[in-house]
């Protein structure tokens, strides 16, 4: 082997090596994207995770919202706490109505859903985990239209708000969940009115 060769094959093998140092999580997902079981977003200063998990001794899977940089996996939003997936074919992504949408093997049937009725959804739709843990889903023009901060499960994080939206009438509070293995909705919950 020629000397010029060895060092475009050394200069291949550093690119090679670094190529990954380059690389960053996503935040976001759109309409033509899915986030798979085993698929993560990451917030972009990698604070938080959206992504399936299975909690405890469970053998059921959730689309949920923990610290990043926590050993123990600290989850701070459930979405289909409520409705499991009882496998690793869980997949979110948009429906053609422009909703987000957690479904299992039976892709038909969602077991979770934004339900926004909004028709200027159905296209260009994203979904965005923030810096805060607040999963947003935004419109063709950058609108928040959907916040996961207005459907808290058991945790309160710095910038949600507690009690409720005069503007809407929604109730903002928390609920345990059944147990460790379980996060659907426990027998403890806590408003302010």
């Given at each position: 082997m020629s000397h010029d060769t060895k060092i475009l094959c050394s200069i291949f093998l550093i690119l090679l090596q670094y190529q990954f140092q380059f690389c960053t999580p996503t935040d976001t997902i759109n309409t033509t994207q899915s986030l798979k079981d085993g698929g993560l977003l990451i917030s972009s200063n990698q604070t938080f995770t959206l992504g399936f998990f299975t909690p405890g001794k469970s053998t059921n899977r959730y689309l949920g919202i923990w610290y990043n940089k926590i050993s123990e996996q600290t989850v701070v939003w459930v979405a289909n706490r409520g409705d499991?997936?009882?496998?690793?074919?869980?997949?979110?992504?948009?429906?053609?109505?422009?909703?987000?949408?957690?479904?299992?093997?039976?892709?038909?049937?969602?077991?979770?859903?934004?339900?926004?009725?909004?028709?200027?959804?159905?296209?260009?739709?994203?979904?965005?985990?923030?810096?805060?843990?607040?999963?947003?889903?935004?419109?063709?023009?950058?609108?928040?239209?959907w916040q996961s901060f207005d459907y808290p499960t058991n945790t309160l994080l710095p910038n949600m708000r507690f009690g409720v939206n005069r503007k809407t009438g929604l109730d903002w509070f928390l609920t345990s969940w059944k147990s460790g293995d379980d996060p659907g909705p426990g027998d403890r919950s806590t408003l302010v009115k």
């Open positions: 499991p997936i009882n496998d690793t074919s869980g997949s979110l992504s948009f429906d053609v109505t422009g909703n987000l949408v957690v479904t299992g093997s039976d892709r038909s049937n969602p077991v979770w859903s934004t339900n926004v009725s909004d028709p200027t959804l159905a296209k260009n739709s994203s979904a965005r985990l923030l810096d805060s843990g607040n999963l947003v889903v935004l419109d063709s023009n950058g609108v928040d239209v």
